[in-house]
Protein backbone atom coordinates (compact mmCIF):
# COMPACT_ATOMS: atom_id res chain seq x y z
CA UNK A 1 0.00 0.00 0.00
CA UNK A 2 1.34 3.20 -0.58
CA UNK A 3 1.47 6.02 1.85
CA UNK A 4 1.17 9.80 0.99
CA UNK A 5 1.66 12.74 2.97
CA UNK A 6 -1.75 14.63 4.63
CA UNK A 7 -2.62 17.64 2.51
CA UNK A 8 -1.07 20.96 4.31
CA UNK A 9 -5.08 21.79 4.94
CA UNK A 10 -4.40 18.99 7.50
CA UNK A 11 -4.22 20.23 11.04
CA UNK A 12 -1.63 16.98 11.72
CA UNK A 13 0.98 18.21 8.76
CA UNK A 14 0.82 21.90 10.42
CA UNK A 15 2.00 20.10 13.61
CA UNK A 16 4.96 18.27 12.00
CA UNK A 17 5.89 21.52 9.93
CA UNK A 18 5.98 23.56 12.82
CA UNK A 19 8.11 20.78 14.60
CA UNK A 20 10.49 20.62 11.98
CA UNK A 21 10.57 24.54 11.58
CA UNK A 22 10.91 24.58 15.80
CA UNK A 23 14.20 22.09 15.14
CA UNK A 24 16.05 24.29 12.64
CA UNK A 25 15.76 27.33 14.88
CA UNK A 26 17.04 25.49 17.63
CA UNK A 27 19.89 23.85 15.75
CA UNK A 28 20.48 27.86 14.42
CA UNK A 29 19.97 29.41 18.21
CA UNK A 30 23.44 26.38 18.94
CA UNK A 31 25.13 27.88 16.07
CA UNK A 32 24.83 31.63 17.12
CA UNK A 33 26.04 30.80 20.32
CA UNK A 34 28.88 29.12 19.01
CA UNK A 35 29.73 31.83 16.56
CA UNK A 36 29.25 34.08 19.37
CA UNK A 37 31.87 32.24 21.22
CA UNK A 38 34.11 32.98 17.98
CA UNK A 39 33.11 36.81 18.09
CA UNK A 40 33.84 37.24 21.13
CA UNK A 41 37.22 36.24 21.31
CA UNK A 42 38.30 37.76 18.26
CA UNK A 43 36.70 40.81 19.44
CA UNK A 44 38.86 40.78 22.33
CA UNK A 45 42.37 40.82 21.02
CA UNK A 46 41.57 43.66 18.40
CA UNK A 47 40.23 45.68 21.74
CA UNK A 48 43.77 44.91 23.25
CA UNK A 49 45.32 45.98 19.57
CA UNK A 50 43.38 49.03 19.63
CA UNK A 51 44.41 50.15 23.09
CA UNK A 52 47.93 49.03 21.99
CA UNK A 53 47.96 50.83 19.21
CA UNK A 54 47.24 54.31 20.92
CA UNK A 55 50.21 53.89 23.32
CA UNK A 56 52.59 53.44 20.22
CA UNK A 57 51.42 55.87 18.64
CA UNK A 58 51.09 58.83 21.54
CA UNK A 59 54.48 58.19 22.46
CA UNK A 60 56.57 58.15 19.22
CA UNK A 61 56.91 54.78 18.83
CA UNK A 62 58.98 54.40 22.20
CA UNK A 63 56.44 52.64 24.05
CA UNK A 64 54.53 49.23 23.26
CA UNK A 65 56.31 48.38 20.68
CA UNK A 66 56.41 44.58 20.83
CA UNK A 67 53.38 44.24 22.57
CA UNK A 68 51.22 46.32 19.78
CA UNK A 69 53.01 43.37 17.36
CA UNK A 70 52.30 40.84 19.44
CA UNK A 71 48.58 42.53 19.60
CA UNK A 72 48.12 42.35 15.84
CA UNK A 73 49.39 39.22 15.29
CA UNK A 74 47.12 37.24 18.01
CA UNK A 75 44.43 39.30 16.37
CA UNK A 76 45.12 38.21 13.32
CA UNK A 77 45.36 34.47 14.22
CA UNK A 78 42.04 34.99 15.61
CA UNK A 79 40.83 36.42 12.39
CA UNK A 80 41.76 33.41 10.49
CA UNK A 81 40.38 30.92 13.10
CA UNK A 82 36.95 33.06 12.27
CA UNK A 83 37.03 32.84 8.73
CA UNK A 84 38.08 28.98 9.00
CA UNK A 85 34.14 28.66 10.71
CA UNK A 86 32.54 30.16 7.66
CA UNK A 87 34.30 28.19 5.38
CA UNK A 88 32.59 24.90 6.75
CA UNK A 89 29.67 25.07 5.32
CA UNK A 90 27.07 28.02 4.74
CA UNK A 91 25.35 27.92 7.96
CA UNK A 92 21.13 28.08 8.16
CA UNK A 93 21.16 31.80 9.43
CA UNK A 94 18.74 34.34 8.28
CA UNK A 95 19.18 36.76 5.97
CA UNK A 96 19.55 39.46 8.38
CA UNK A 97 21.91 37.83 9.97
CA UNK A 98 23.97 36.61 7.03
CA UNK A 99 23.89 40.32 6.22
CA UNK A 100 25.73 41.46 9.39
CA UNK A 101 28.36 38.92 9.00
CA UNK A 102 28.77 40.54 5.07
CA UNK A 103 29.57 43.88 6.66
CA UNK A 104 31.75 42.43 9.74
CA UNK A 105 33.79 40.84 7.21
CA UNK A 106 34.26 43.93 4.36
CA UNK A 107 35.62 45.89 7.49
CA UNK A 108 37.84 42.77 8.99
CA UNK A 109 39.40 43.32 5.69
CA UNK A 110 40.64 46.71 6.20
CA UNK A 111 42.87 45.97 8.90
CA UNK A 112 45.89 44.83 7.29
CA UNK A 113 45.73 48.99 5.73
CA UNK A 114 45.12 50.28 9.46
CA UNK A 115 48.16 48.61 10.34
CA UNK A 116 50.36 49.84 7.89
CA UNK A 117 49.40 52.88 8.75
CA UNK A 118 50.16 52.34 12.05
CA UNK A 119 53.53 51.17 11.78
CA UNK A 120 54.39 53.87 9.84
CA UNK A 121 52.96 56.37 12.57
CA UNK A 122 50.86 57.90 9.68
CA UNK A 123 47.27 57.97 11.62
CA UNK A 124 46.01 59.56 14.49
CA UNK A 125 45.51 57.57 17.32
CA UNK A 126 41.68 58.84 17.18
CA UNK A 127 41.58 57.99 13.66
CA UNK A 128 43.28 54.41 14.09
CA UNK A 129 41.11 54.49 17.44
CA UNK A 130 38.00 54.94 14.93
CA UNK A 131 39.10 52.25 12.81
CA UNK A 132 39.44 49.36 15.13
CA UNK A 133 36.00 50.39 17.00
CA UNK A 134 34.43 50.48 13.62
CA UNK A 135 35.42 46.93 13.00
CA UNK A 136 34.09 45.75 16.65
CA UNK A 137 30.76 47.49 16.29
CA UNK A 138 29.72 45.57 13.17
CA UNK A 139 31.29 42.07 14.99
CA UNK A 140 28.78 42.89 17.48
CA UNK A 141 26.17 43.81 15.42
CA UNK A 142 26.13 40.02 14.80
CA UNK A 143 24.56 39.20 18.46
CA UNK A 144 22.23 42.08 18.25
CA UNK A 145 20.51 40.86 15.31
CA UNK A 146 20.63 36.91 16.11
CA UNK A 147 18.55 38.03 19.08
CA UNK A 148 15.94 39.06 16.12
CA UNK A 149 15.52 35.27 15.35
CA UNK A 150 14.41 34.60 18.65
CA UNK A 151 11.56 33.02 19.90
CA UNK A 152 12.53 31.73 22.70
CA UNK A 153 12.25 33.76 26.14
CA UNK A 154 15.14 31.69 27.73
CA UNK A 155 16.96 31.97 25.49
CA UNK A 156 16.08 35.84 24.26
CA UNK A 157 16.88 36.75 27.95
CA UNK A 158 20.42 35.58 27.42
CA UNK A 159 21.41 36.69 24.70
CA UNK A 160 20.67 40.25 25.96
CA UNK A 161 22.30 39.47 28.97
CA UNK A 162 25.41 38.19 26.81
CA UNK A 163 25.36 41.58 24.21
CA UNK A 164 24.79 43.83 27.36
CA UNK A 165 27.86 42.38 28.49
CA UNK A 166 29.78 42.58 25.90
CA UNK A 167 28.88 46.29 25.06
CA UNK A 168 29.72 47.24 27.76
CA UNK A 169 32.55 45.61 27.73
CA UNK A 170 33.78 47.53 24.40
CA UNK A 171 32.85 50.70 25.94
CA UNK A 172 35.55 49.45 29.05
CA UNK A 173 38.14 48.99 25.71
CA UNK A 174 37.36 52.44 24.33
CA UNK A 175 38.12 53.81 27.74
CA UNK A 176 41.30 51.93 28.08
CA UNK A 177 42.44 53.68 24.40
CA UNK A 178 41.03 56.56 25.17
CA UNK A 179 43.12 56.82 28.21
CA UNK A 180 46.10 56.01 26.44
CA UNK A 181 45.92 58.28 24.37
CA UNK A 182 45.64 61.32 27.58
CA UNK A 183 48.08 59.39 29.72
CA UNK A 184 50.87 58.98 27.07
CA UNK A 185 50.71 62.59 26.37
CA UNK A 186 50.63 63.79 29.91
CA UNK A 187 47.35 65.93 29.31
CA UNK A 188 43.83 65.27 28.49
CA UNK A 189 42.12 67.98 26.64
CA UNK A 190 38.12 68.65 27.10
CA UNK A 191 37.05 67.00 24.64
CA UNK A 192 39.09 64.00 25.49
CA UNK A 193 37.89 64.32 28.72
CA UNK A 194 34.08 64.32 27.64
CA UNK A 195 34.31 61.41 25.46
CA UNK A 196 35.92 59.52 28.85
CA UNK A 197 33.24 60.09 31.12
CA UNK A 198 30.32 59.40 28.27
CA UNK A 199 32.42 55.71 27.77
CA UNK A 200 32.14 55.54 31.89
CA UNK A 201 28.74 56.48 31.62
CA UNK A 202 27.83 54.34 28.77
CA UNK A 203 29.43 50.98 30.44
CA UNK A 204 27.47 51.63 33.97
CA UNK A 205 24.18 51.31 31.97
CA UNK A 206 25.12 48.47 30.06
CA UNK A 207 26.48 46.54 33.12
CA UNK A 208 22.99 47.44 35.08
CA UNK A 209 21.23 46.05 32.01
CA UNK A 210 23.15 42.56 32.56
CA UNK A 211 23.04 42.16 36.34
CA UNK A 212 19.06 42.69 35.78
CA UNK A 213 19.27 39.47 33.42
CA UNK A 214 21.53 36.93 34.21
CA UNK A 215 21.92 34.32 37.16
CA UNK A 216 22.73 35.16 40.60
CA UNK A 217 25.96 33.58 40.34
CA UNK A 218 26.97 35.80 37.31
CA UNK A 219 26.32 38.72 39.07
CA UNK A 220 28.24 37.81 41.80
CA UNK A 221 31.03 36.84 39.98
CA UNK A 222 30.95 40.57 37.92
CA UNK A 223 30.88 42.03 41.29
CA UNK A 224 33.90 40.60 42.60
CA UNK A 225 36.33 40.66 39.67
CA UNK A 226 34.52 43.43 36.95
CA UNK A 227 34.38 46.50 38.95
CA UNK A 228 36.59 49.08 38.17
CA UNK A 229 39.48 48.93 41.24
CA UNK A 230 40.33 51.76 43.58
CA UNK A 231 43.60 52.63 41.89
CA UNK A 232 41.73 52.65 38.92
CA UNK A 233 39.06 55.11 40.26
CA UNK A 234 42.03 57.25 41.43
CA UNK A 235 43.50 57.02 37.53
CA UNK A 236 39.84 58.38 36.40
CA UNK A 237 39.64 61.17 38.88
CA UNK A 238 43.32 62.87 37.49
CA UNK A 239 42.08 62.29 33.97
CA UNK A 240 38.95 64.14 34.52
CA UNK A 241 40.01 66.76 36.55
CA UNK A 242 43.68 67.70 35.49
CA UNK A 243 47.22 65.53 35.69
CA UNK A 244 49.02 66.83 38.24
CA UNK A 245 52.99 67.82 37.75
CA UNK A 246 55.94 65.72 38.75
CA UNK A 247 54.00 62.61 37.37
CA UNK A 248 55.71 60.64 34.66
CA UNK A 249 53.36 60.37 31.40
CA UNK A 250 54.71 56.93 30.71
CA UNK A 251 54.34 55.75 33.71
CA UNK A 252 50.87 56.47 34.11
CA UNK A 253 49.94 55.33 30.93
CA UNK A 254 51.78 51.73 31.51
CA UNK A 255 49.61 51.45 35.32
CA UNK A 256 46.07 52.43 33.52
CA UNK A 257 46.71 50.04 30.90
CA UNK A 258 47.90 47.45 32.90
CA UNK A 259 44.70 47.93 35.15
CA UNK A 260 42.33 48.34 32.55
CA UNK A 261 43.45 45.43 30.46
CA UNK A 262 43.21 43.22 33.88
CA UNK A 263 39.57 44.37 34.14
CA UNK A 264 38.53 43.76 30.36
CA UNK A 265 40.31 39.62 30.66
CA UNK A 266 38.04 39.55 33.90
CA UNK A 267 35.00 40.96 31.98
CA UNK A 268 35.94 38.36 28.83
CA UNK A 269 36.01 35.40 31.39
CA UNK A 270 32.08 36.49 32.43
CA UNK A 271 31.85 36.07 28.42
CA UNK A 272 33.15 33.00 28.32
CA UNK A 273 30.62 31.72 30.96
CA UNK A 274 28.06 33.23 29.40
CA UNK A 275 28.94 31.84 26.68
CA UNK A 276 29.25 28.44 27.23
CA UNK A 277 25.55 28.76 29.42
CA UNK A 278 23.99 29.91 26.51
CA UNK A 279 25.63 26.62 24.49
CA UNK A 280 24.47 24.44 27.29
CA UNK A 281 20.97 25.66 26.96
CA UNK A 282 20.43 25.29 23.49
CA UNK A 283 21.57 21.39 23.53
CA UNK A 284 18.91 20.77 26.68
CA UNK A 285 16.31 22.44 24.28
CA UNK A 286 17.25 19.86 21.30
CA UNK A 287 17.22 17.17 23.23
CA UNK A 288 14.24 17.95 25.11
CA UNK A 289 13.14 18.41 21.25
CA UNK A 290 14.34 15.05 20.37
CA UNK A 291 11.20 13.63 22.46
CA UNK A 292 8.50 12.43 20.29
CA UNK A 293 4.67 14.66 21.47
CA UNK A 294 2.40 13.11 20.55
CA UNK A 295 -0.34 15.49 18.49
CA UNK A 296 -3.52 14.99 20.88
CA UNK A 297 -0.97 16.01 23.65
CA UNK A 298 -0.13 19.47 22.38
CA UNK A 299 -3.46 19.81 21.18
CA UNK A 300 -4.50 19.77 24.90
CA UNK A 301 -2.01 22.11 26.30
CA UNK A 302 -2.44 24.56 23.73
CA UNK A 303 -6.44 24.42 23.97
CA UNK A 304 -6.91 27.37 26.01
CA UNK A 305 -4.10 29.60 24.41
CA UNK A 306 -4.64 33.33 24.51
CA UNK A 307 -2.99 35.55 22.10
CA UNK A 308 0.22 36.44 23.13
CA UNK A 309 3.08 38.81 22.32
CA UNK A 310 6.26 37.93 20.39
CA UNK A 311 8.40 35.78 22.89
CA UNK A 312 11.36 38.60 23.97
CA UNK A 313 9.93 41.45 22.18
CA UNK A 314 10.82 43.75 24.79
CA UNK A 315 14.52 42.82 25.02
CA UNK A 316 14.61 42.70 21.27
CA UNK A 317 14.03 46.47 21.27
CA UNK A 318 16.07 46.63 23.87
CA UNK A 319 19.17 45.38 22.38
CA UNK A 320 18.35 47.50 19.57
CA UNK A 321 18.42 50.45 21.73
CA UNK A 322 21.78 49.44 23.22
CA UNK A 323 23.22 48.62 19.44
CA UNK A 324 22.23 52.82 18.65
CA UNK A 325 23.81 53.61 21.90
CA UNK A 326 27.34 52.29 20.93
CA UNK A 327 27.22 53.29 17.14
CA UNK A 328 26.06 56.58 18.65
CA UNK A 329 28.82 56.80 21.00
CA UNK A 330 31.68 55.13 18.60
CA UNK A 331 30.98 57.95 16.19
CA UNK A 332 30.86 60.71 18.81
CA UNK A 333 31.97 64.33 16.87
CA UNK A 334 30.33 66.59 19.33
CA UNK A 335 31.51 70.26 19.02
CA UNK A 336 34.09 71.54 21.61
CA UNK A 337 31.65 74.62 22.57
CA UNK A 338 29.21 71.86 23.83
CA UNK A 339 32.36 70.13 25.36
CA UNK A 340 33.60 73.35 27.39
CA UNK A 341 29.80 74.19 27.71
CA UNK A 342 29.06 70.56 29.52
CA UNK A 343 32.54 70.94 31.62
CA UNK A 344 31.85 74.35 32.85
CA UNK A 345 28.63 73.02 34.29
CA UNK A 346 30.54 70.55 36.28
CA UNK A 347 33.50 72.34 37.28
CA UNK A 348 31.10 74.92 38.56
CA UNK A 349 29.18 71.96 40.56
CA UNK A 350 32.29 70.58 41.68
CA UNK A 351 33.38 74.22 43.63
CA UNK A 352 29.78 74.54 45.12
CA UNK A 353 30.70 71.35 46.78
CA UNK A 354 34.46 71.86 47.70
CA UNK A 355 32.47 75.83 49.33
CA UNK A 356 30.33 74.00 51.17
CA UNK A 357 31.41 70.81 52.47
CA UNK A 358 34.91 71.86 52.52
CA UNK A 359 36.50 69.14 49.94
CA UNK A 360 39.27 68.91 47.89
CA UNK A 361 38.57 69.41 44.18
CA UNK A 362 39.43 65.56 43.96
CA UNK A 363 37.02 64.88 46.28
CA UNK A 364 34.30 67.29 45.16
CA UNK A 365 34.32 65.08 41.48
CA UNK A 366 34.17 61.77 43.41
CA UNK A 367 31.37 63.01 44.81
CA UNK A 368 29.88 64.25 42.01
CA UNK A 369 30.26 60.60 39.97
CA UNK A 370 28.71 58.63 42.59
CA UNK A 371 25.84 60.07 42.28
CA UNK A 372 25.98 60.07 38.89
CA UNK A 373 26.41 56.35 39.00
CA UNK A 374 23.69 56.12 41.98
CA UNK A 375 20.98 57.88 39.95
CA UNK A 376 22.12 56.58 36.82
CA UNK A 377 22.37 59.58 35.07
CA UNK A 378 25.36 61.80 33.17
CA UNK A 379 27.32 63.86 35.74
CA UNK A 380 26.68 66.95 33.59
CA UNK A 381 22.97 66.38 34.54
CA UNK A 382 23.70 66.07 38.37
CA UNK A 383 26.00 68.97 38.57
CA UNK A 384 23.16 71.16 36.65
CA UNK A 385 20.76 69.44 38.90
CA UNK A 386 22.91 70.79 42.13
CA UNK A 387 23.50 74.33 40.76
CA UNK A 388 19.88 74.77 40.40
CA UNK A 389 19.02 74.25 44.02
CA UNK A 390 22.57 76.20 44.79
CA UNK A 391 20.86 79.13 46.43
CA UNK A 392 19.31 76.70 48.81
CA UNK A 393 23.16 76.13 50.04
CA UNK A 394 24.55 78.89 52.42
CA UNK A 395 27.62 79.03 50.41
CA UNK A 396 29.11 82.64 48.83
CA UNK A 397 29.00 82.88 45.53
CA UNK A 398 32.06 83.89 43.73
CA UNK A 399 32.30 86.12 40.92
Request: charged share 25%; proline share 3%.
Amino acid sequence: MTHTAPPMTDALAWFHAARQRQRATLHQLRLVAEWSGQISHLVHMLQRERGASNVWLCSGGTLYQQERRLCAEQTEARRQAFLTLLDDDTPPFSSVLCTSLACALWYLDTLPALRERILTQDIAPAVAMAGFSRVIRHLLNFVVQANATVDNPAIARQLTALYSLMQGKELAGQERALGAIGFTRGEFDEALRQQLVDRIDGQQRCFDTFLSLTTPGQASAFQAYCTASRETERLRRLACTRLPGGNNPADLALRWFALQTERLDSLRQREEALIAGLVRETEALLRDDSQEESFAHWLEQHADDEVQTPPGGDLIVLVRDQARQIAALSHQLASLEATLSERKTIDKAKSLLMQHRGVSEEQAWQQLRKLAMDQNRRMVEIAAAMLSVGSLLDVPRKE
